[in-house]
T-cell receptor, first 117, second 115 residues
Framework: AQKITQTQPGMFVQEKEAVTLDCTYD???????LFWYKQPSSGEMIFLIYQGSYDEQNATEGRYSLNFQKARKSANLVISASQLGDSAMYFC??????????????FGTGTSLTVIP | EAGVAQSPRYKIIEKRQSVAFWCNPISGHATLYWYQQILGQGPKLLIQ????????DSQLPKDRFSAERLKGVDSTLKIQPAKLEDSAVYLC?????????????FGPGTRLTVT
């Protein structure tokens, strides 16, 4: 089974609108972390936001928020007020394990977001 | 704070040749990762180091790939001999051992083309 599933290969959003990128995950660990990364055409992976499995509040970082639904095992990224510079690939990732020596990281296949002027 | 450095940025080689990539992580980051990202796919972990020890190399094709992190700082990934299917971007990342997130910070990657 896939550890991270991103079902939207491509998404379009109008500038200044909000967009939700879907991510579901599969783990039997109680302690895990969920991440979103942005990869522009330049290729560098940029860390956006993190949600810990024990965090009760949804994570927010500026225009990014993570809609964490633990029972559904989903961790959707919401980008508010989209900007042209948001056009990029977005990857959902999961860290399993306790402590840095036992961490396993898994990435999804990504969603390509295009912001339309 | 300087980011993760990688070199070279681009490399073109013929199949059966050898190639090496270098990575210098963020200062103080104990954990270093090498990923392979084939066009249109997400990154796949090849090897993870904790200081100079290997934590996970289960997906490293050990018949042709090798990696080392001799002094627990910078690292080298080598492919010998290269195959056409090795064409990909090789990403290096590092993370701190403190904090709850252990988020990874990535370098710019090395784009390898095998002809």
């Amino acid at each position: 089974a896939q550890k991270i599933t991103q079902t939207q290969p491509g998404m379009f959003v109008q500038e200044k609108e909000a967009v939700t990128l879907d991510c579901t995950y599969d783990t039997s660990d109680q302690s895990y972390g969920l991440f979103w990364y942005k990869q522009p055409s330049s290729g560098e992976m940029i860390f956006l936001i993190y949600q810990g499995s024990y965090d009760e509040q949804n994570a927010t970082e500026g225009r990014y928020s993570l809609n964490f639904q633990k029972a559904r095992k989903s961790a959707n990224l919401v980008i508010s007020a989209s900007q042209l510079g948001d056009s990029a690939m977005y990857f959902c990732a999961m860290r399993e394990g306790r402590g840095y020596t036992g961490n396993q990281f898994y990435f999804g296949t990504g969603t390509s977001l295009t912001v339309i002027p | 704070e300087a980011g993760v450095a990688q070199s070279p940025r681009y490399k073109i080689i013929e199949k059966r040749q050898s190639v090496a990539f270098w990575c210098n992580p963020i200062s103080g980051h104990a954990t270093l990762y090498w990923y392979q990202q084939i066009l249109g796919q997400g990154p796949k972990l090849l090897i993870q180091f904790q200081n100079n020890g290997v934590v996970d190399d289960s997906q490293l094709p050990k018949d042709r790939f090798s990696a080392e992190r001799l002094k627990g700082v910078d690292s080298t990934l080598k492919i010998q001999p290269a195959k056409l299917e090795d064409s990909a971007v090789y990403l290096c990342a590092s993370s701190s051992s403190s904090g709850a997130a252990y988020e990874q910070y990535f370098g710019p990657g090395t784009r390898l083309t095998v002809t």
